[in-house]
């Protein structure tokens, strides 16, 4: 009798410590959830399409999170011919991301949309020491007010195939004279002899700016003559078939993965271009210069954006501050 009674007792300790485990569990639980949930949620949207950059970003992403404790930062990636939709779309239904970051091209219609809050006292309170290049910060500027940040420098450059300029006895050109009668000397070379990406406006856009400013023209002297040279060269390149028939259809990538299959023969690409043909399988060696100069350089022209939008949370403004770390 007495050992059924020792019996008892041990069961019912052994129950009411199992008990005291799970409510203990489901406590800690319900705390997790709840400090899951009061953490806020921050979006991010970008238009980054290589592999590589997504992957950068989402660390940035996680390690913030976890280092800041009560914020959740998401990176969502769009397609960049749906971009300007998507944000269309998203005011429309109220949800817009605390944060876009775009191509510094699209960011003034953006601006006119009524995207981006103004960030006038932001960037003279946290931005004066880095405000180089004022190019750059132009392109984030509407009426004397900062609606954006300069995110990253990524500049039109040209690539060529350096086994077939060395094959040819060829040299980088050195002006677009110059890369005219490279093309002209590739003619019996198999593949486009010039690719630019022409099927996206921002794109398009971005090239053309580089090679307006490169003929010492601007998007205000269009009508004088860097703006005329600029014309005169894309029509040389149209006529005399140096550029091919789907020039209209590709975008950057697709240029770039026509250069890596040695369909083009020379591009001017972003310098990020670089990491798909880092990633492609070439059989031949490229060579990287800056896009030719006739008058300036235009290495500083091109690149993102980063704006905070009219919904924004405050915990965003931390998180834009945590970008431009020196350490990150």
């Not at 995110?151 to 040209?158: A, I």
Request: aromatic letters at 12%; one cysteine or more.
């Amino acid at each position: 009798m007495k050992k059924k009674w020792c019996f008892a007792a041990f069961f019912l300790c052994v129950g009411l410590a199992a008990a005291f485990l799970f409510w203990q569990g489901e406590e800690g639980k319900e705390v997790r959830e709840t400090e899951e949930e009061q953490k806020k949620q921050i979006y991010v949207l970008c238009a980054y399409e290589t592999k590589l950059h997504q992957q950068i970003l989402n660390e940035v992403a996680e390690y913030y999170s976890k280092r800041s404790g009560c914020a959740e930062v998401h990176m969502e990636f769009i397609p960049k011919e749906n971009f300007k939709k998507e944000i269309c779309l998203r005011m429309d239904n109220g949800k817009t991301a605390d944060l876009i970051i775009c191509d510094n091209g699209m960011m003034p219609a953006l601006i006119d949309m009524g995207v981006f809050a103004d960030l006038s006292a932001y960037v003279e309170a946290q931005c004066q020491d880095s405000m180089n290049f004022q190019k750059l910060w132009n392109t984030t500027m509407d009426d004397g007010k900062y609606y954006g940040i300069p995110f990253t420098c990524d500049p039109y450059v040209l690539f060529y195939n350096q086994d077939v300029f060395t094959e040819k006895g060829l040299s980088a050109p050195e002006d677009w004279d110059g890369l005219l009668d490279t093309c002209s000397a590739l003619q019996d070379s198999v593949g486009d002899k010039f690719g630019f990406a022409a099927k996206r406006p921002e794109e398009i856009y971005a090239f053309y700016r580089a090679l307006l400013y490169a003929c010492g023209g601007s998007l205000n002297t269009m009508d004088q003559e860097g703006g005329v040279e600029a014309a005169d060269i894309l029509e040389e390149l149209k006529r005399s078939r140096y550029i091919g028939k789907q020039t209209i259809n590709l975008t950057e990538a697709d240029v770039a993965r026509s250069f890596a299959e040695g369909k083009v023969l020379m591009m001017a690409n972003r310098l990020s271009a670089s990491t798909i043909l880092r990633s492609s399988r070439m059989e031949f060696s490229a060579g990287i210069i800056p896009l030719p100069g006739d008058v300036r350089e235009s290495l500083m022209l091109s690149g993102e954006n980063i704006g905070v939008t009219e919904y924004a949370d405050r915990e965003a403004y931390r998180f834009l501050t945590y970008l431009y770390q020196d350490d990150i």
